[in-house]
């Protein structure tokens, strides 16, 4: 590739040709661009010629790509770059090509690549390529999800995972399953779960949560929390632990503020996390009574009973709160500017009065949580 066309030439001059060589780029054919893609990729002499620099081919590729700025000229460089593609032979000598072209398919998604992107996904021919730190195949999972995450690649994922231990590959499959916006990502972590470890691969499973967290919110996390976690339990309860560990310290901590704007099954998540491993204050518990304004109150009272008997557990005879109604004293009687407050008591230090007729769900909550006193809890795999 030469570099005929560069600023030390003048202003004037280097804008001048390179309109030119963007006005012959505009009306390539599919196969002229196939042609000079191929150039472009394999550092082959260009024409016309565009200064690369010392860029990687990808990047200019994409940035020429824009600079054409004509629908027609955009689409017939994805014909050029899927037939390209498509008769690039996966093998270890293509794989820098292969790299950029993979990356340039994820950036210009042409319709006219997707047969042959899933053609190459489902013969997993690209499996054992690796280039810049990168699998190939990992790659072009995440440039085929650009355009759609449908019923096939889904099932291509469950496939092209079943009995694989490689801990990096199925985070990428994380990744892309995320992108649906529901419960997918959750119903595959059990694939995931028993490979993380402490170090690089505890800190690659955090930060895919975390992306998955932003793509699907918390509802569905809660439901697999409460679900399939529940169940890893049962038959790998270190691991849980450790997961839970993980969860709890870099991904849902409790911090006050934060939960006040957040999604109330951000909250009920938390409560169910650091039930047994922090105490609990008046607002605390507030806060997670309140929640049951926008989800359902038997949830509200699982988490409240959760975190009544886990500390109960930790505190032995000592009761976690206590929900107190001023209305009246031991002898009957309360002044008359008490008689319409309740009292949510964790200690002697400890305490919140509230007005009752503008909490009368979150003392009904609160009292009902604590009515099973003497009995056992609804739900004991938490505690």
Request: charged fraction near 20%; hydrophobic fraction near 40%.
């Amino acid at each position: 590739m030469t570099n005929d066309i560069t600023p030390e030439s003048g202003d004037a001059e280097y804008d001048s040709r390179l309109a030119v060589a963007y006005d012959r780029l505009r009306i390539f054919s599919s196969d002229d661009w196939a042609g000079w893609i191929a150039n472009a990729i394999s550092s082959r002499p260009l024409d016309p010629d565009i200064p690369f620099g010392f860029e990687d081919p990808h990047i200019v590729l994409i940035d020429i790509f824009h600079q054409l700025q004509d629908k027609e000229a955009q689409k017939r460089f994805g014909q050029g770059l899927a037939r390209l593609f498509e008769a690039t032979n996966p093998i270890a000598e293509n794989s820098a090509e292969l790299y950029c072209l993979i990356q340039l398919i994820a950036h210009v998604n042409p319709i006219d690549a997707s047969r042959a992107v899933r053609n190459r996904l489902a013969g997993r021919l690209l499996m054992p390529l690796h280039y810049a730190s990168q699998n190939l195949h990992s790659l072009l999972l995440m440039a085929a999800s650009e355009s759609c995450v449908d019923d096939s690649l889904i099932d291509h994922i469950y496939v092209s995972s079943e009995g694989v231990e490689d801990l990096k590959y199925l985070l990428v499959c994380l990744r892309v399953l995320s992108k649906t916006g529901d419960s997918e990502p959750f119903a595959f972590l059990h694939k995931i779960l028993p490979l993380v470890r402490e170090g690089v691969g505890a800190n690659q499973f955090v930060r895919q949560l975390q992306d998955v967290l932003f793509r699907t919110g918390f509802r569905h996390m809660f439901n697999w929390y409460q679900t399939e976690l529940t169940r890893f339990g049962l038959t790998s309860p270190k691991q849980a632990d450790f997961v839970q560990h993980l969860i709890r310290t870099h991904i849902q901590t409790w911090d006050y503020d934060t939960l006040c704007k957040a999604d109330p099954y951000a909250v009920l998540l938390a409560a169910y996390l650091h039930a047994g491993h922090r105490g609990f204050t008046s607002r605390d518990l507030l806060l997670i009574a309140t929640s049951s304004i926008r989800i359902d109150e038997e949830l509200i009272i699982q988490a409240l009973q959760n975190l009544w008997y886990s500390a109960l557990a930790h505190q032995q005879n000592s009761p976690p709160w206590r929900v107190l109604d001023l209305s009246n004293d031991a002898t009957g009687y309360s002044p008359p500017s008490r008689r319409t407050f309740f009292e949510i008591q964790t200690t002697k230090d400890d305490h919140l009065e509230l007005p009752l007729a503008s909490y009368q769900l979150e003392f009904r909550l609160l009292k009902d949580a604590t009515s099973f006193g003497a009995g056992q809890p609804r739900s004991k795999q938490f505690i």
